[in-house]
């Protein structure tokens, strides 16, 4: 009876450790692809504020060309 019991604890513990191990994988892999999406986010955060700044700088220069076409179409009047 006793090698029963011992047969048993054995195996409650492999449960449990494979259990355990499984968990900590499971949550390494989590860990890692979260940190790989807050990169891209990071990344395209980036990518937003440059556009930003480009479309900004096209706005003005817009603005120019408009005046320099009014001041154009002045001078040839």
């Given at each position: 009876m006793t090698s029963e019991i011992?047969?048993?604890?054995?195996a409650a513990l492999g449960g449990l450790s494979g259990s355990v191990i499984g968990m900590v994988?499971?949550?390494r892999l989590v860990n890692y692809r979260i940190d790989q999406l807050e990169k891209k986010v990071?990344?395209?955060?980036?990518?937003k504020d440059h556009l930003c700044g480009l479309?900004?700088?096209?706005?003005?220069?817009?603005?120019?060309?408009?005046?320099?076409?009014?001041?154009?179409?002045?001078?040839?009047?």
């Open positions: 011992i047969v048993a604890v054995i994988r499971s949550s990071d990344a395209y955060e980036k990518a479309e900004e700088k096209v706005e003005a220069l817009q603005e120019q060309v408009r005046a320099l076409n009014a001041g154009i179409e002045r001078i040839e009047k």
